[in-house]
């Protein structure tokens, strides 16, 4: 069985009555790269850039990141690599962060709040995305969103890294930018939101937390956290929808967007694209060339 699927590398991810789709992958470091391009991944759709800020005791410098980045785009020779700015907070703790106890951290001072309240860490990081952008195909993505007013002062400080850069002469790209949906407030409002970015990835995991007003970390609750709730799937079709109304790409790299059984759904709901662990591609892949949009 592996063999078989060993012999869909190379090949598209087409239905049989021709619709395509993405599937890329994502990953936590650098130094995964080596199975998104074993497993014949068109991208990588999610790359989560906590691991420069864990497991360390001060913040990542400029030149850093910078490194990290560009040998990232460069590995994937042209392939899309889509980079989530810092998600620290909640489940990721970092004492150098200084974010102090929360009674409901899930729910508290995390990913792009800190950014926007502290501007100097999401400037130093935006510096180095911008700078690396000129060596590949590399894309932006903002974690946690829940109004158009986040996006805008997102804008704001990347106009004023860019003319910080060129006033520097250093060289720069502004790449394209999306957002997460993970919040019910950005799937609701994703119709405004679209107008505004250039791709959506919807975050299942959190979408789900947060609608089901469940904590995804409390295992107690296992039984009762059901991404495949009918709330949930609405909500893609509707952030699909909208994203498409405005001529912009929608995709998953939540874990809900490797659960096999849902693979011919989210291809028939137009998904654009699913990120998914390396070792699921050539899986969906098989999936997706199997199947019909129409039935
Ligand atoms: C998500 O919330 O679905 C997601 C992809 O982000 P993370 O799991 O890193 O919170
Ligand atoms: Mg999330």
């Known amino acids: 069985k592996l063999k078989l699927l060993q012999e869909l590398k190379g090949k598209e991810n087409i239905t049989l009555d021709g619709r395509k789709i993405n599937i890329y992958a994502n990953i936590g470091s650098v130094g995964d790269i080596g199975y998104v391009m074993e497993n014949d991944a068109g991208g990588i759709?999610?790359?989560?850039?906590?691991?420069?800020?864990?497991?360390?005791?001060?913040?990542?410098?400029?030149?850093?990141?910078?490194?990290?980045?560009?040998?990232?785009?460069?590995?994937?020779?042209?392939?899309?690599?889509?980079?989530?700015?810092?998600?620290?907070?909640?489940?990721?703790?970092?004492?150098?962060?200084?974010?102090?106890?929360?009674?409901?951290?899930?729910?508290?001072?995390?990913?792009?709040?800190?950014?926007?309240?502290q501007p100097e860490i999401f400037k130093t990081q935006l510096r180095a995305l911008l700078r690396a952008a000129v060596y590949g195909n590399l894309s932006i993505m903002y974690p946690m969103i829940t109004s158009t007013e986040e996006v805008k002062k997102i804008y704001e400080i990347v106009a004023e890294v860019e003319e910080e850069l060129k006033a520097q002469e250093i060289q720069y790209k502004i790449p394209e930018q999306g957002i997460m949906i993970e919040t019910p407030a950005a799937a609701?409002?994703?119709?405004?939101?679209?107008?505004?970015?250039?791709?959506?990835?919807?975050?299942t995991n959190d979408l789900t937390q947060y609608t089901l007003a469940i904590d995804r970390q409390n295992e107690k609750l296992d039984d009762f956290y059901n991404p495949h709730h009918e709330a949930i799937l609405r909500m893609i079709q509707m952030v699909v929808d909208n994203a498409h109304k405005c001529g912009k790409w929608a995709g998953i790299?939540?874990?809900?967007?490797?659960?096999?059984?849902?693979?011919e759904?989210?291809?028939?709901?137009?998904?654009?694209?699913?990120?998914v662990a390396p070792s699921m591609v050539l899986k969906l892949r098989k999936i997706v060339r199997e199947m019909k949009v129409e039935e």
């Open 188 to 203: 609701i409002i994703s119709d405004k939101l679209a107008e505004m970015v250039d791709f959506f990835s919807i975050g």
């Open 45 to 117: 759709g999610l790359f989560r850039s906590e691991f420069l800020y864990l497991g360390r005791n001060d913040f990542p410098t400029e030149e850093e990141q910078f490194q990290a980045y560009k040998q990232a785009v460069q590995m994937m020779a042209g392939k899309k690599v889509i980079i989530r700015t810092l998600d620290i907070g909640a489940d990721k703790q970092v004492d150098y962060f200084n974010l102090g106890n929360e009674d409901n951290p899930a729910m508290g001072y995390r990913a792009i709040r800190i950014c926007l309240r």
């Open 265 to 275: 759904q989210f291809v028939r709901m137009g998904l654009d694209e699913l990120s």
């Open 253 to 263: 790299c939540g874990e809900l967007g490797a659960d096999a059984t849902l693979t």
